[in-house]
């Protein structure tokens, strides 16, 4: 079978715990998202791989958690993530410049990303570039501004939008929203 063949679930479609789990994002959102419905065939690990989510964003600062999922998506060609992450971030007030510096790999010639912001993206790309091989002076420099335990919550943020982006890859999911910066859909 190939994946998209694959079988999209609905909400109703998903185990009652994930319906629990999911339904405010839904309500929120007015949609189940592609990612979820492929994904939700597997639900304990969706549930995990949720909620691993949502501990991350907790432990880092919105604007970290932005500077990883803009890295990686950009990077990884992960449009889905990308074009969610940047309505993410500037609705939550990250300007339009600082978005596509980050996107463009150029996040350190953005006057307004502070220092720990720049220095999350280049671990994150870092950690992209060769599945984690000399990262090492990025965690470094990372650890030296926001301590250990930060540094350990960008690693795993960045894990998981790299996991995000192979599998919507793979399923060449679609996003239903433009992106903010398509001109052409004005």
Not at 84 to 94: D, F, I, P, S, T
Not at 128 to 149: F, T, Y
Not at 172 to 186: G, I, M, N, Y
């Amino acid at each position: 079978m190939s994946a998209s063949q694959q079988t999209h679930l609905q909400l109703e479609d998903l185990t009652p715990e994930l319906q629990e789990l999911l339904g405010p994002r839904v309500e929120r959102l007015g949609y189940l998202g592609e990612f979820f419905q492929r994904a939700g065939h597997q639900p304990e690990a969706l549930a995990l791989f949720y909620q691993w989510t949502e501990a991350l964003k907790a432990a880092l600062p919105f604007r970290l958690t932005e500077v990883v999922a803009l890295t990686i998506a950009a990077r990884a060609g992960n449009e889905y993530e990308r074009i969610q992450h940047e309505r993410l971030a500037l609705k939550r007030g990250m300007t339009e410049d600082e978005v596509l510096a980050i996107e463009a790999g150029s996040a350190g010639d953005c006057p307004t990303l502070s220092e720990e912001e720049v220095a999350a993206a280049a671990l994150a790309g870092a950690l992209l570039e060769d599945n984690g091989h000399g990262a090492g002076p990025a965690v470094e420099r990372l650890a030296a501004l926001i301590g250990q335990d930060g540094t350990t919550g960008v690693m795993m943020m960045a894990a998981r939008y790299i996991a995000h982006s192979a599998l919507s890859n793979a399923w060449a999911l679609t996003v239903p929203v433009a992106s903010p910066f398509d001109r052409t859909a004005e």
